[in-house]
């Protein structure tokens, strides 16, 4: 007959093993999530001026060079 024997862990050890699972598919998830939002709000002004235009490289793509007398509002 077989002999148990319990061996507690420690919680770290559990959260390490969760970490080690689920971290590079909820990072590959959360990369996704947050371009999917970013593409899909590039049309609000929020976005656009406050975090579009402050890239480096996409600032010149998404500045507006529409001249004051050609805007509606």
Not at 10 to 36: D, H
């Amino acid at each position: 007959m077989a002999r148990l024997s319990f061996q507690p862990t420690p919680p770290t050890g559990f959260a390490s093993t969760l970490l080690k699972r689920w971290g590079p598919t909820l990072g590959i998830w959360g990369v996704g999530a947050g371009t999917a939002a970013l593409f899909l709000l590039s049309v609000t002004p929020v976005v656009k001026k406050g975090l579009l235009v402050n890239v480096p490289m996409l600032g010149n793509y998404y500045e507006d060079k529409t001249p004051a007398s050609d805007k509606p509002f």
